[in-house]
């Protein structure tokens, strides 16, 4: 198959949004509930979502078997059903990727994500080598990388798409947003749709320096709050969208505490308080304490309270 270069162009523009990090819920035994899967996808794109990524981080990617990423793919692509692009996550090793990437176009997505490669010795040629193999796999698809790696460098990245033009998106997922400046403008900054990807609580700061889209994880809990930052992004008004951040910063807050140890964690727990989803994850994640799960019941209130829910 060969690479459409209008449908990738386009893709690069629809990746300037709010992109939907869907939970994989799991029943109360820790299977994986696809009864339920299907209706949480329906509900993010119900309310608007436009890009939807299966087998992201929320949706604990590292802890599902190859079988069940897969159908959690072919699940997101019926549920969404044309409405919103799917961009399914793949990752491990590179002869992995790749067999998830295949299975990706075979189901109907339209593009993928490539999480950051786990090897504890990356080069940096063999970084290029690893996304240039999986991107050269599904020529037609669209390509978005994520970068959780400080030595990943913007001339890297330029490099990589110099032979692989179907790389159109970075998920940029550092502390560090003046690092993140460097890196874009570097890459080039109009090149690429460039996504913050440590969501809510740090999407202001990444706006200003050159992002057009966000990941998030809370928009599986309050779609409507997620959807309005990113209006007030786009319009610029700072000031507006530092007021719809403050309804989301606790939550967030809560999600990114001890290494992010809870991140998955706290979106379950909203989902089950609000009987969408149970909140069972799978270790090395863990139920939360009572005193944390008060806290998210205070913030569904509230929300309640201020119109997102």
Request: glycine share 8%; hydrophobic share 45%.
């Amino acid at each position: 198959m060969t690479q459409d270069t209008s449908r990738i162009d386009d893709l690069r523009a629809r990746l300037a949004t709010v992109i939907a990090i869907p939970v994989t819920p799991f029943a109360a035994d820790g299977s994986v509930d696809w009864d339920n899967h299907a209706p949480l996808v329906h509900r993010l794109v119900d309310h608007g979502v436009q890009v939807v990524t299966p087998n992201g981080n929320t949706g604990e990617f590292y802890a599902l078997s190859a079988a069940e990423a897969r159908h959690a793919v072919e699940s997101t692509v019926a549920a969404a059903d044309g409405r919103a692009e799917v961009t399914a996550g793949v990752g491990l090793d590179t002869a992995g990727a790749i067999a998830a990437a295949l299975h990706a176009r075979h189901a109907g997505a339209g593009s993928i994500m490539v999480h950051q490669p786990v090897h504890p010795y990356r080069s940096a040629q063999g970084w290029i080598d690893c996304h240039r193999a999986i991107a050269d796999a599904v020529p037609e698809l669209g390509v978005v990388l994520y970068i959780r790696d400080e030595c990943v460098t913007g001339a890297q990245i330029r490099t990589l798409a110099d032979t692989c033009p179907n790389v159109v998106g970075v998920k940029y997922a550092l502390v560090d947003p003046v690092r993140f400046a460097s890196v874009a403008r570097d890459a080039g900054l109009e090149r690429f749709a460039w996504i913050a990807g440590l969501a809510e609580l740090h999407a202001p700061g990444y706006w200003a320096t050159g992002a057009v889209g966000l990941t998030s994880g809370l928009v599986n809990v309050v779609p409507q709050l997620s959807l309005a930052l990113l209006e007030t992004l786009r319009g610029g008004d700072y000031p507006k969208a530092m007021k719809v951040w403050e309804s989301a910063r606790t939550f967030e807050e809560l999600r990114a505490a001890d290494a992010s140890a809870d991140n998955v964690s706290v979106v379950k727990e909203a989902l089950a308080q609000l009987g969408l989803s149970e909140r069972t994850v799978r270790p090395p994640s863990r139920l939360l304490p009572t005193p944390v799960r008060d806290i998210i019941g205070e913030l569904i209130a509230q929300w309640q309270t201020e119109g997102w829910l």
